[in-house]
């Protein structure tokens, strides 16, 4: 599973600042989830007032999504001051190696995206461009792609120790992709070109998927078994298969989750585990999502 940690309205003493340069006492919500490449956070202020201040740090850079409209924010740099409105899914992208240094003029409730300057140069040849290190500095932009994604990440913020490590990893991937392409230092729209993988590919990679029902297991082990890149595997297996490698794993967890339920001996915490679900709460949380009904009800309606 992936490294998972989270919190909500901290209770901790004045004064004490996040790596986010966000006063802590002063945060409603603090969760945070570290995939493979990307570390995520959602961060909102109790206080409708306040600054943030943070030093240069070589931690590559930050991606903000609003989650919520009004927001108002006064970014000083030097002698100069800038003041933007952030709408719901308005974005920032800044650098973290440089001083940071802003007034919020209201309450504010983002998602953080902190990519190293690692991902963006894989990202950029494993889309066959010159190698990029840097992102375009924007901020109060709609980016309806960046914010759908975002909200993809909320469930498992809200509950990592459930937190899948290919969904996490494969999210991570779309998003780096996506950050590179419109906010690289050369954004050039990517070509979309209709890669199949062979059967050998296929079957090596539903292979490794199915053994880790569970999800337990990085877009990189299965892209490096197929000898392709991440980007590359992760298009290819999509186009191959019309579905995502998250989205074939999933389809298998529930049709083996629906198979044991038709046997009215498996208890619902036993078929959990089987599936790879890491509780009961969990699994039926899941199945209802798909199947419209929690698991019980789906297993009364089929047995009679």
């Known amino acids: 599973m992936s490294t998972t940690q989270t919190t909500s309205a901290p209770k901790v003493p004045p004064g004490l600042v996040d790596t986010f340069g966000c006063s802590a006492d002063k945060l409603g919500a603090d969760q945070s989830l570290a995939g493979s490449d990307i570390q995520f956070h959602r961060k909102s202020s109790r206080l409708q007032s306040g600054q943030i201040a943070m030093p240069a740090a070589e931690r590559g850079f930050v991606a903000g999504i609003a989650l919520q409209a009004g927001h108002r924010r006064r970014i000083i740099a030097g002698r100069h001051a800038r003041t933007h409105d952030f709408a719901a899914g308005d974005i920032y992208v800044r650098s973290l190696s440089e001083d940071y240094k802003a007034d919020y003029l209201t309450r504010f409730d983002f998602i953080l995206m902190e990519l190293p300057r690692s991902l963006i140069e894989r990202t950029s040849s494993e889309l066959g461009r010159a190698r990029q290190r840097a992102l375009r500095e924007t901020a109060g932009q709609p980016d309806p792609v960046l914010a759908h994604l975002a909200q993809a990440m909320l469930p498992a913020l809200s509950h990592p120790e459930h937190a899948c490590r290919l969904f996490v990893d494969q999210l991570s991937l779309t998003i780096g992709v996506h950050l590179v392409g419109q906010y690289g230092e050369e954004p050039v729209a990517s070509p979309k070109v209709n890669r199949l993988l062979s059967p050998r590919s296929v079957a090596r990679a539903k292979e490794l998927l199915a053994a880790r029902i569970d999800g337990d297991l990085s877009i990189a082990e299965v892209a490096d078994a197929c000898q392709l890149s ?51 709460s969990h699994f039926t949380r899941v199945f209802a999502r798909h199947m419209g009904m929690a698991p019980g009800v789906w297993r009364r309606r089929h047995l009679g």
């Not at 290819?236 to 490698?245: L, S, Y």
């Not at 389809?251 to 629906?258: C, D, G, N, T």
């Not at 089987?274 to 509780?279: A, H, K, L, T």
């Open 230 to 280: 991440r980007s590359h595997f992760t298009r290819a297996f999509r186009d191959t298969t019309g579905q995502t490698p998250y989205q074939w794993l999933m389809a298998q967890r529930l049709e083996r989750a629906r198979a044991l339920l038709q046997d009215a001996g498996v208890p619902l915490a036993q078929v959990a585990v089987v599936c790879g679900f890491s509780d009961q």
